[in-house]
T-cell receptor, first 112, second 113 residues
Framework: GESVGLHLPTLSVQEGDNSIINCAYS??????FIWYKQESGKGPQFIID?????DKRQGQRVTVLLNKTVKHLSLQIAATQPGDSAVYFC???????????FGTGTRLTIIP | DGGITQSPKYLFRKEGQNVTLSCEQN?????MYWYRQDPGQGLRLIYY???????QKGDIAEGYSVSREKKESFPLTVTSAQKNPTAFYLC????????????FGSGTQLSVL
């Protein structure tokens, strides 16, 4: 999962396997969550978002799972490809806060 | 081809100098944002604007200024009061206010000479 500090958590996955990236959030009142992918030297790219009234949402090759009981969010990427190598980070929006709080990210490396 | 354009990609600042980072969007989005990214850290909000001629401070607004004279433009000035300006600056926009589904530009790397 994500953490604060200079060293990003890393995850290495064999090409073609599924990967799961985890994110723990702190605010039980958060009502919206979003995942981004960021390649080196580029801006974050939107992947998928989910509201707190849902526990699962699927996109193309990606699934986001939300467990409000333990304040945990995960991003599943199916059949990983070399182009999936990047830093992935989650963000949460506190209810009534109107601002996103970003995690520090997880570096995903796809092994050919 | 719609999107968010940030320029320049790289920018160098001398001591005591103000520099301005450009952000333009042709997505017809109402809200625009500026974030700062430091290595290994999450994005931190500098300023945001939900409508033309209005903007609010984010969590780290000191040493920065913005303007929103046009819907498509939201330039950020890094002033000499910002003592640690070296960072990757990201501009974003969203169709609605409320910090949902932000779309980011490609960023500007600012360094101090």
């Amino acid at each position: 999962g994500e953490s604060v500090g200079l060293h990003l958590p890393t995850l290495s996955v064999q090409e073609g396997d599924n990967s799961i990236i985890n994110c723990a959030y702190s605010n039980s009142a958060s009502d919206y969550f979003i995942w981004y992918k960021q390649e080196s030297g580029k801006g974050p790219q939107f992947i998928i978002d989910i509201r707190s009234n849902m526990d699962k949402r699927q996109g193309q090759r990606v699934t986001v799972l939300l467990n409000k009981t333990v304040k945990h969010l995960s991003l599943q990427i199916a059949a990983t490809q070399p182009g999936d190598s990047a830093v992935y980070f989650c963000a949460e929006r506190g209810f009534g806060n109107e601002k996103l709080t970003f995690g520090t990210g997880t570096r995903l490396t796809i092994i050919p | 081809d719609g999107g968010i354009t940030q320029s320049p990609k790289y920018l160098f600042r001398k001591e005591g100098q103000n520099v301005t980072l450009s952000c333009e969007q042709n997505l017809n989005h109402d809200a625009m944002y500026w974030y700062r990214q430091d290595p290994g850290q999450g994005l931190r909000l500098i300023y945001y604007s939900q409508i033309v001629n209005d903007f609010q401070k984010g969590d780290i607004a000191e040493g920065y200024s913005v303007s929103r004279e046009k819907k498509e433009s939201f330039p950020l000035t890094v002033t000499s009061a910002q003592k640690n300006p070296t960072a990757f600056y990201l501009c974003a926009s969203s169709i609605l206010t409320g910090f949902e589904k932000l779309f980011f530009g490609s960023g500007t790397q600012l360094s101090v000479l």
